[in-house]
């Protein structure tokens, strides 16, 4: 009976996979066509989007006191309101910009002859953890606010962080790659 | 009456592939593909020939053909890997590993189940052996297919239609011995009229996807990466000007 199941399970899931990922025949454009947009869109990432300063104080504990101790009862929320709306833009300006470069790695390392898979599989497993933690910060700032939020928050700046750092490495192969075929030539 | 029909119409669909193949030269893209497509033509018309001259002897002969079809399946699932990724080296050497393994790993699980199974009969255990190296096919289409929705791969509507109507057998298939061998005989009835359907949507998803020549994109990056060393440079000139402006502006008292 686990038997049959188990391949009425695969049959299924081979059927349903098809219908998804061939339904869509329209490729998408790359966002990030060269190396040096992919090293600006790696120092955004790194330097505007993922200090520990900046996110401390998207998600401070202090600002929410400040703001709830002021005599005028508007506000407090107020600031929940304006401050959930930021950290929420962040979070997509964050998400956007490692999936361009995820995006980009993707596209120049299929051509790679010396893919490594074990680093592709790592790299997607890292990628998978950010989206999570990305879609479980988006809920909590939606429904608990802000600053809630920030242990999940750290997470995935760290979980962001390590997929720069990769992206990193794949960008300075790139680059040995390119810079040993001009010399080649 | 119904089954004769859709015998006839999956022979007739099954000529007119090879024809249009012919025709538009597509026999040299995918000669694997057509060659497992001729030889289910044979073996339709060698099943016909038993079923109306040796009835007794149907049995034995769909059997032993169908395994020769379920092999030459792993035939046209390789060739969709070729087709698919032949032009990206890395991602190439990456499917040809998780191909080997997967087959390497369910291969093992076959033949491990087929020893400790109790009792034998031809439809049976033919039936079973055929479901077990259509899962192993199943999985590696869901392994190319993976490989080319993660790295972006477009392919052209020819592969696309292989993908799909082969995938679309693979997982009927599969489905249809599953149950068959579960239900037994009473699953035979419903058998003899989804198996000839399922195929005949096959053979329609091909006939629609394959009746002109339509190549795969060319690979969009791969001339890129000198013109990428450029404006990396350029780039890199440009942020060197502006850090040693940045630093001649503190130093200067």
Redesign the interface.
């Known amino acids: ?1 686990t038997d ?1 199941i188990s ?2 399970v ?6 349903v ?2 219908f998804f ?2 339904r869509r ?1 329209l ?2 454009p ?1 966002k990030i ?5 992919a ?2 869109a790696l120092n955004t990432l790194q330097s505007e989007l993922l200090p520990d300063w900046f996110v401390d104080r998207l998600f401070s504990k202090d600002d929410w006191q400040f703001a709830q101790g002021q005599d005028c009862p508007e506000i407090a929320p107020l600031f929940n309101r304006e401050r959930k709306a930021v950290a929420l833009s962040w979070l997509k300006q964050t998400r956007e910009h490692v999936a361009e470069l995820m ?1 980009f790695h ?10 490594k ?1 074990s680093v ?1 599989l790592k790299l ?1 497993l890292e990628y998978a953890q950010f989206q999570i933690l990305c879609g479980l910060l988006a809920g909590l700032i939606r429904a608990l606010g802000p600053v809630r939020g920030r242990s999940v928050a750290g997470y995935a700046v760290s979980a962001a962080a390590n997929l720069g750092k990769v992206s990193e490495k794949a960008l300075a192969d ?2 040995d ?3 040993v ?2 010399e080649g030539r | 009456m119904l089954t004769q029909t859709l015998w006839w119409l999956g022979m007739a669909l099954e000529l007119t592939l090879l024809l249009r193949a012919v025709r538009n030269n597509l026999l040299k893209t995918f000669p694997i593909f057509y060659t497992y497509l001729a030889y289910v033509l044979v073996e339709s018309l060698v099943r016909f020939y038993v079923y109306v001259q040796f009835p007794s002897f149907y049995g034995l002969s769909y059997w032993v053909t169908q395994l020769g079809s379920t092999l030459l399946g792993y035939g046209v699932v390789w060739e969709i890997c070729r087709q698919a ?1 032949a032009r ?4 190439f ?2 499917t040809r ?2 191909i080997v393994l997967i087959f390497v790993i369910v291969i093992c699980k076959v033949v491990v189940s087929s020893l400790t199974s109790e009792g034998w009969s031809l439809a049976q255990t033919t039936g079973e052996l055929e ?1 077990d190296f259509r ?1 192993v096919q ?2 590696l ?2 392994a190319i ?2 490989l ?7 392919i052209g509507r020819n592969l ?1 239609g292989m ?2 109507g082969y ?2 057998f ?6 249809n ?2 149950f068959r ?2 239900l037994g005989e009473v699953f035979q009835i419903w058998w003899q009229y989804l198996q000839p359907v399922a195929y005949v949507v096959v053979l329609l998803i091909w006939c629609a996807t394959l009746w002109s020549s339509h190549p795969n ?1 060319e ?4 001339p ?6 450029q ?2 440079v ?2 890199t000139r440009r942020r060197f000007r502006q850090a040693r402006a940045h630093v001649g502006r503190t130093v200067r008292p």
């Open positions: 009976m049959a391949f009425v695969v049959g299924t899931l081979l059927l996979v098809l990922s061939l025949s490729p998408t790359a066509k060269d190396s040096s947009a090293h600006e995006d993707l596209r120049l390392a299929r051509e790679r002859p010396d893919l898979p592709e997607s790139l680059n790659a390119v810079i075929g001009a | 990724v990206y080296p890395g991602t050497r990456m590993n998780a479901r899962t199943a999985f289409i869901l297919v993976g080319l929705v993660h790295y972006r791969i477009q696309r993908i799909w995938g679309f693979i997982g009927t298939s599969i489905l011995l599953t061998s579960f994109p690979p969009e990056t791969d890129r990466i000198e013109q990428d060393y404006s990396l350029a780039a």
